[in-house]
């Protein structure tokens, strides 16, 4: 599994990495169609990589579950009666069975469907009908509780890994995955609200991930969003005002970013008048963030006000409101989780409020992902096809053109016009890990984030 030791099935390192060429932005198509990079995404990617799971909120009381995924794995994220978060996977060591079959809840235990195998909720086998007398007292329970898996959690936000070798998830998600994840409490705690929206969208899920860097479509693929008057396109996009920061490991977040001349003066108010600022704005634009803001995010990350990606595939929206997961399916579909975030305490009103909003924009029944899903479902169509699949997917933009920028917090970030370098930089890293065997290799041979021209 995460250690890479299942046979790449055809694909050797060579022939992963020439897959994407970042010095040229031409991209093969059949990434997104071909069953055995899939299945080595699973066991290179999503085994060993961080997966976003949930958030404390989403946790509160001793029993509280939720089921997630790793790749194809199912995930049990719970609080046991201790207050400890645990993770296991949800297969009954019996015969293998779902163990969990609903998706979010409240157990004493859980009590496998096919022969009653029960398991406490830290994974210990605590009871097995039979024991005694068709076991003949011969069963070790000690050895057969739940798989445990790694968890770790930053902010309240908790990831899970296969790897056993992985690093910590601070030091996976660096300085670009932790201002990422910051984006979310910059304006103070927050929690999820209940119930996470579900949709299937028939596309390879890196062509979603791909997009959310992507502010070249907004004005063409949601111009009727725009000309409906849901949105301001102009108030959002900021062409000419984008930020790109690049993180180690595949992180990065992309979008418009606040002028640093601009930000200046932002740093000489208060946060009240932060707050009014944001009143007498457009209601679309992101919100000023408030002074403390700066010590999760660094002082760049700040100033950004684009989507951040924890690779390899957890979305946070601009400002930091809403996170969508894209859940592979096979190299043809994606499923979409959208977890809504509200502060912390709101009251009922508020979330309401909040969540009738946020519904519009993203999520299955959001304007802007509909336009979205019918790009991303024919383009994974389109790259299947026999002739098809031997053209490449380009991702030139900006090549050449602009410059990393280092700050004395150490912070990298681009600032320019609209282009493709979180794209590029996502499918760089993504034949870094595609080409690691392991964890050793990664950390051996991925590129740390560029400094100069680029
Ligand atoms: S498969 Fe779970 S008890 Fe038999
Ligand atoms: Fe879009």
Redesign the pocket.
């Known amino acids: 599994m995460a250690d890479g030791t299942h046979v790449a099935q055809g694909w050797d390192s060579a022939s992963l990495k020439a897959l994407f060429n970042p010095d040229t932005g031409w991209l093969d198509r059949r990434v997104l169609s071909d069953q055995g990079i899939y299945q080595l995404e699973l066991e290179r990617i999503f085994a060993r990589g961080w997966n976003f799971m949930c958030h404390e909120s989403q946790l509160k009381e001793p029993g509280e579950y939720l089921v997630s995924y790793i790749g194809e794995d199912q995930i049990i994220v719970v609080r046991d009666e201790d207050g400890q978060v645990n993770a296991m996977l949800n297969t ?1 060591r ?4 779902a ?1 969990c079959r609903a998706e979010q809840g409240r157990a004493k235990s859980f009590v ?1 469907s ?4 029960n398991y406490a909720l830290d994974g210990r086998l605590i009871g097995v009908p039979g024991q005694s007398t068709f076991y003949h007292g011969d069963l070790d329970r000690s050895g057969l509780g739940l798989r445990r898996v790694r968890l770790e959690s930053y902010l309240g936000f908790y990831f899970a890994t296969l790897a056993e070798d992985a690093p910590s998830l601070h030091d996976y998600l660096g300085e670009t995955g932790r201002a990422g994840v910051g984006m979310m409490c910059a304006h103070g705690e927050v929690e999820v609200v209940e119930g996470v929206q579900k949709n299937v969208i028939d596309c390879n899920w890196k062509i979603a991930v791909d997009n959310l860097f992507d502010w070249y479509h907004v004005p063409y693929s949601h111009a009727s969003a725009n000309s409906a008057g849901f949105f301001e396109i102009a108030k959002i996009q900021f062409p000419k005002n984008q930020m790109v920061m690049l993180g180690e490991y595949g992180h990065a977040i992309g979008g418009p970013g606040i002028p640093k001349e601009t930000q200046d003066r932002i740093d000489l108010l208060s946060d009240e008048e932060r707050e009014a600022m944001t009143r007498a704005g457009s209601p679309e634009a992101p919100r000023i963030r408030p002074r403390k803001a700066t010590e999760l995010m660094g002082e760049a990350g700040v100033r950004s006000q684009g989507h951040p990606n924890i690779f390899p595939n957890l979305w946070v929206t601009i400002s930091g409101t809403q996170m969508c997961l894209r859940l592979p399916r096979g190299p043809s579909q994606t499923e979409l989780w959208w977890f809504t975030l509200v502060p912390k305490g709101a009251q009922p009103e508020a979330k309401r409020q909040i969540v009738r909003r946020l519904n519009h924009v993203f999520g299955p029944a959001g304007l802007l992902e509909q336009d979205d899903g019918e790009n991303w479902s024919q383009s994974t169509r389109a790259a299947r096809g026999v002739a098809s699949r031997q053209l490449g997917l380009n991702m030139q933009m900006g090549i050449g053109h602009d410059e990393v920028l280092t700050n004395d917090g150490g912070e990298h970030y681009i600032e320019g016009l609209i282009g493709e370098h979180g794209q590029r930089w996502l499918y760089r890293a993504w034949t870094e890990w595609m080409a690691a065997r392991d964890w050793a290799e990664l950390k051996a041979n991925h590129s740390l984030p560029p400094t100069g021209a680029i």
């Open positions: 009954c019996h015969r293998g069975n163990l496998c096919y022969h009653g195998w």
